[in-house]
T-cell receptor, first 111, second 112 residues
Framework: RKEVEQDPGPFNVPEGATVAFNCTYS??????FFWYRQDCRKEPKLLMS???SGNEDGRFTAQLNRASQYISLLIRDSKLSDSATYLCVVTLTDSWGKLQFGAGTQVVVTP | SAVISQKPSRDICQRGTSLTIQCQVDSQVTMMFWYRQQPGQSLTLIATANQGSEATYESGFVIDKFPISRPNLTFSTLTVSNMSPEDSSIYLCSVVGGYEQFFGPGTRLTVL
């Protein structure tokens, strides 16, 4: 079983719509959670950290459910530029820098 | 933030040869990491490059196959030795800066 699992998609989203997807993690000792964005043939870049209370950054909302061991990302008012692969990332306690990646969820925003 | 450059950006190599990938950071960093992203797969940590000591390898990766150097706080190299087609992948250097982890642009390796 993979440490971090994601629905690979693709999620085809009309421009302006809302899309949400989850990621599950297997290790209950996971300490920190992130969403990264990876554009085609580019390196991953941090989109946002995920906090226990949930957090929002503009059109992006992230939630963490420790009991069920999943995190979610919601994108409101999708833009064409949101088309990318979204990587779910977790770290274990005292493992700063050692990221565990999901394989990514592809989002395609269409006009 | 940290700006990371890698050389080469891509290469096509013959089976059995070795390739050394360079990673340069624009500031001094304590920890540098090497990741691999195989086609259609998630990023996987290969090793942590420690300055002044041997690299620390993750399960499934060994020094003979992926020797790493870390001569100073801004530079590291990863060598992919005795390559086979299964080594075809993107290799990424990564550093921690502040509370964020940054990645280099990657080296796209194809082994024939």
């Amino acid at each position: 079983r993979k440490e971090v699992e994601q629905d690979p998609g693709p999620f085809n989203v009309p421009e302006g719509a809302t899309v949400a997807f989850n990621c599950t993690y297997s290790n209950s000792a996971s300490q920190s959670f992130f969403w990264y964005r990876q554009d085609c043939r580019k390196e991953p870049k941090l989109l946002m950290s995920v906090y226990s209370s949930g957090n929002e950054d503009g059109r992006f909302t992230a939630q963490l459910n420790r009991a069920s061991q999943y995190i979610s990302l919601l994108i409101r008012d999708s833009k064409l530029s949101d088309s990318a692969t979204y990587l779910c990332v977790v770290t274990l306690t005292d493992s700063w820098g050692k990221l565990q990646f999901g394989a990514g969820t592809q989002v395609v925003v269409t006009p | 933030s940290a700006v990371i450059s890698q050389k080469p950006s891509r290469d096509i190599c013959q089976r059995g040869t070795s390739l050394t990938i360079q990673c340069q950071v624009d500031s001094q960093v304590t920890m540098m990491f090497w990741y691999r992203q195989q086609p259609g797969q998630s990023l996987t940590l290969i090793a942590t490059a420690n300055q002044g000591s041997e690299a620390t390898y993750e399960s499934g990766f060994v020094i003979d196959k992926f020797p790493i150097s870390r001569p100073n706080l801004t530079f590291s190299t990863l060598t992919v030795s005795n390559m086979s087609p299964e080594d075809s992948s993107i290799y990424l250097c990564s550093v921690v800066g502040g509370y964020e982890q940054f990645f280099g642009p990657g080296t796209r390796l194809t082994v024939l």
